[in-house]
């Protein structure tokens, strides 16, 4: 069955540290997306891409990094800038031919600093 | 980025009651759609809706497209407990969606 998967479920963080976020399609999609979302709240766009090699910063893109070497996969790293990561992060892909198709999203990483 | 209007932000049901809830804009979408959390997962797409005035359902769930089509309005009929989660609008004016803030639904102690 065709999907979106996020790993791991459950992150924990030293202050200071790196840490990268896993996220695979294999729905053929071109289009990924990450989303921050923080107890209680909406969903808020960190960075997307609709094109492998080719990635543009949402609305909350400071203190994260990403690549799109492939089409399948969409990594997110959180780095030591980001001072409030503490958060729920979700993946979603989506294709670029228009059709009103909306986004599959995975089922989400909850990352702790600790 | 621009978020949708979407009220109201949290509910308290209690099974049997019908819900409603809906989403404006200032900005004309071709596409309305409803997605639905439940608590530590993703959004799962419960109705799309591609033209103005089009009435959709699934199941007790029934959403609009408003005829002006900067609005959209999701009703659920005789809620049970595991209608609990938070409900998303979404905007489609083309590639991308615009979100709603969420409507939470939670059960009455």
């Known amino acids: 069955d065709g999907g979106i998967t996020q790993s791991p479920k459950y992150l924990f963080r030293k202050e200071g540290q790196n840490v990268t976020l896993s996220c695979e399609q294999n729905l053929n999609h071109d289009a990924m997306y990450w989303y921050r979302q923080d107890p209680g709240q909406g969903l808020r766009l960190i960075y997307y891409s609709q094109i492998v090699n080719d990635f543009q910063k949402g609305d909350i893109a400071e203190g994260y990094s990403v690549s799109r070497e492939k089409k399948e996969s969409f990594p997110l790293t959180v780095t030591s800038a980001q001072k409030n990561p503490t958060a729920f992060y979700l993946c979603?892909?989506?294709?670029?031919?228009?059709?009103?198709?909306?986004?599959?999203f995975g089922s989400g990483t909850r990352l702790t600093v600790v | 980025g621009q978020q949708l209007n979407q009220s109201p932000q949290s509910m308290f049901i209690q099974e049997g009651e019908d819900v409603s809830m809906n989403c404006t804009s200032s900005s004309i979408f071709n596409t309305w759609l409803w997605y639905k959390q439940d608590p530590g997962e993703g959004p799962v797409l419960l109705i799309a809706l591609y033209k103005a005035g089009e009435l959709t359902s699934n199941g007790r769930l029934t959403a609009q497209f408003g005829i002006t089509r900067k609005d959209s309005f999701l009703n659920i009929s005789a809620s049970i407990p595991s209608d609990v989660g938070i409900y998303f609008c979404?905007?489609?004016?083309?590639?991308?969606?615009?979100f709603g803030g969420g409507t939470r639904l939670m059960v009455k102690p």
């Open positions: 979603a892909s989506s294709t670029t031919r228009g059709g009103g198709y909306g986004y599959t």
């Open positions: 979404a905007g489609q004016p083309g590639n991308m969606l615009t």
